[in-house]
């Protein structure tokens, strides 16, 4: 199949606008702060602080997808060590809060 120039540069288009849209989700991303306050709710990861934001960006990742923040909490604490939904809910808040403000419905 040939695909015209014009059709090509309009792909090329979307394509930029997509990647422009997402670096804007996570344009206003602070990993200093997601491990401030999920340390002081007292989330830790064994892998470390990088473990952790990886998590984090997961969660957004999720949420960016359209999954609702509810179900990315239920499904983290089913594959997680976290003791509550509670627990997951918190985190996945955090992590909108903090990783991808411009997702989701968590308090900035």
């Given at each position: ?34 491990l ?47 003791q ?9 808040n ?15």
């Open positions: 199949m040939k695909v015209s120039s014009a059709k090509r540069t309009g792909i090329i288009g979307l394509a930029a606008v997509a990647l422009m849209l997402a670096s804007q989700a996570y344009a206003k991303a602070d990993t200093d702060q997601f401030t306050d999920a340390g002081a709710a007292g989330f830790t990861n064994g892998g470390g602080n990088q473990a952790l934001i990886s998590v984090g960006e997961t969660i957004c990742g999720l949420v960016g997808s359209g999954e609702s923040e509810d179900a990315v909490a239920h499904d983290l604490w089913r594959v997680s060590q976290l509550s939904l509670d627990m997951a809910t918190v985190l996945v955090i992590a909108v809060s903090d990783l991808c403000p411009n997702q989701g419905t968590a308090p900035a």
